[in-house]
């Protein structure tokens, strides 16, 4: 079993929707939370950045971790088309810079207008 | 957050050369990593940049293949050296700024080896 499992997508919707994308992870001593943006033939761009269990919100952005499932959700309200990218996921074990991340293979999402 | 840039953005080698990527970092940072991103695969590390010393390498990567140079506190080079098709792949500089603890990445270097 991979230590982090995100389904790849693509994942298509039309503008307007809410999206619910998700990862699962096995290694419980995870503690920080990710979520990078990939527009194509760019490089990561953290979008949110959380820490144990619970929600955080940024605009339409909503970050959730359940740790008791080892689970964690990115919702995107109100989706655009310049939404379209792949996400990913990527947590660690301790909050310092000097921890390594653990990144799962990214979810592609395409926003219809 | 840092401005990070990397050259070359793309390049296509032959077999059996080697290509040095340079990332350039606008801010003084702490740490520096390198990975790689394969198609369909995670962002693997293949090593943390070390100021002043040898760089730190992730088990399956090691210093021979990937030899890498940080001289000071906003620069750094990963070499990919004896290549091969499999080599083929986005490698990525990332870094934590100085007291962060978030890493940004740069925009990338893709690699086609023939």
């Known amino acids: 079993q991979k230590e982090v499992e995100q389904d790849p997508g693509p994942l298509s919707v039309p503008e307007g929707a809410i999206v619910s994308l998700n990862c699962t992870y096995s290694n419980s001593a995870f503690q920080y939370f990710m979520w990078y943006r990939q527009y194509s033939r760019k490089g990561p761009e953290l979008l949110m950045y959380?820490?144990?269990?619970g929600n955080k919100e940024d605009g339409r952005f909503t970050a959730q971790v359940d740790k008791s499932s080892k689970y964690i959700s990115l919702f995107i309200r109100d989706s655009q088309p310049s939404d379209s990218a792949t996400y990913l996921c990527a947590m660690s074990a301790s909050g310092s810079g000097y921890s390594t991340l653990t990144f799962g293979k990214g979810t592609m999402l395409l926003v219809s207008p | 957050s840092a401005v990070i840039s990397q050259k070359p953005s793309r390049d296509i080698c032959q077999r059996g050369t080697s290509l040095t990527i340079q990332c350039q970092v606008d801010s003084q940072v702490t740490m520096m990593f390198w990975y790689r991103q394969q198609p369909g695969q995670s962002l693997t590390l293949i090593a943390t940049a070390n100021q002043g010393s040898e760089a730190t390498y992730e088990s399956g990567f090691v210093i021979d293949k990937f030899p890498i140079s940080r001289p000071n506190l906003t620069f750094s080079t990963l070499t990919v050296s004896n290549m091969s098709p499999e080599d083929s792949s986005i490698y990525l500089c990332?870094?934590?700024?100085?007291?962060?603890?978030?890493?940004?990445f740069g925009p990338g270097t893709r690699l086609t080896v023939t």
């Open positions: 959380t820490y144990s269990s």
């Open positions: 990332s870094v934590v700024a100085e007291m962060g603890y978030e890493q940004y």
